[in-house]
């Protein structure tokens, strides 16, 4: 347990190291603005399903989802948490624009940053834990997320654009169909042992799985050149990025670790030492790229949002880590 925290820096670094190559090309002009998007929007629309599907495929059972049921309703409580917090913090440092400060500071990076770092820590039970959350957490996006963002209560508006997230419809086909279906016998038999049905079921899952494993480099590269593609100073937005990058960055993580621990030492609630340490994993993590995405579409202040968008990806390389470490030290029970 010690060394997990650099487990976490590795994965940051390796991650970072990626996102700046892609700030590279967009400054080399390799990658324009416009080739950006549409990969964007390629690994949003295939890619990532494909990744979810084959995954929900080969790590849920009908078993597991009997003890699993409550992680996308907690990955709903992380972003009603993230922008709790936000909100109050708004009050307290007196912001100007409340609704994109609370957009900000709620809206981490809930699955391309810390997937492969839950991975690496617990395996595939892990990646089965950051996909769960997936669920619950685009419900709150596209919601809650997008009724502060535009200064508005939810509406059923709102809700209708959860039918048109394919990894968000990916997550769900994938579940419901591993929990009356399994693959794993056909993956792990001999592929000239397979009749002509399973080869094809087999082949169609392979390429769907070839075609997830570009999701995570593919995001990093574009999230890259969309930091990269900024021209704008500073100075001028300093107070409000230093308030949303010690927020995000700091403060809800670490709130986020309090409440977990009155949670189970003070009231008695037993809660899976794996889930919580993902938890305060995914509350740690930067604002999310397509924050200002949403800024732009929906009346938020895009340009605030970038420069968080960069200033919490950059100093997220230590602060992860470092939030990791101290979390790792609590005597949860």
């Not at 419900?139 to 048109?164: D, H, N, Q």
């Not at 990806?313 to 029970?333: D, G, M, N, R």
Request: charged residues 10%.
């Amino acid at each position: 347990m010690d060394n997990n925290w650099l487990i976490v820096l590795s994965g940051i670094i390796s991650m970072l190291l990626v996102i700046l190559l892609g700030m590279l090309v967009r400054k080399k002009n390799i990658l324009s603005d416009e080739t950006a998007t549409k990969v964007s929007h390629f690994v949003v629309d295939y890619c990532m399903p494909a990744m979810v599907l084959t995954f929900m495929l080969s790590n849920v059972t009908r078993e597991s989802m009997k003890t699993d049921w409550y992680l996308p309703l907690l990955g709903a409580v992380l972003i009603l948490f993230g922008f709790l917090v936000g909100y109050l913090l708004s009050l307290a440092f007196r912001v100007k624009e409340k609704s994109t400060h609370t957009f900000l500071v709620g809206m981490g990076n809930w699955v391309y940053l810390p997937l492969p770092i839950a991975i690496a820590l617990y395996g595939e039970a892990g990646g089965r834990v950051v996909l769960l959350f997936n669920v619950g957490a685009q419900v709150m996006l596209w919601s809650v997320g997008v009724a502060i963002i535009k200064r508005e209560r939810p509406s059923l508006k709102t809700f209708a654009e959860l039918g048109k997230n394919n990894g968000l419809i990916a997550t769900i086909f994938g579940i419901a169909l591993a929990c009356f279906w399994s693959i794993t016998p056909i993956l792990k038999t001999n592929f000239a042992e397979l009749s002509i049905p399973f080869m094809a079921i087999r082949t169609v899952y392979t390429s769907l799985d070839m075609l997830g494993m570009l999701t995570i480099p593919l995001t990093l590269v574009v999230s890259g050149a969309q930091i990269g593609a900024l021209n704008v100073s500073i100075s001028r937005y300093l107070r409000p990025i230093i308030e949303i990058v010690s927020a995000k960055l700091l403060i809800v993580p670490l709130f986020g670790a309090c409440a977990f621990y009155l949670l189970t030492s003070f009231c008695g609630i037993h809660i899976d030492h794996m889930v919580m340490m993902l938890s305060i994993l995914i509350l740690s993590m930067p604002t999310a790229v397509s924050c200002s995405l949403f800024a732009e579409r929906f009346g938020g202040n895009s340009i605030i949002a970038a420069l968080a968008i960069l200033y919490t990806t950059l100093l997220s390389c230590v602060s992860v880590p470092f939030i990791f470490y101290l979390a790792e030290h609590v005597p949860f029970k």
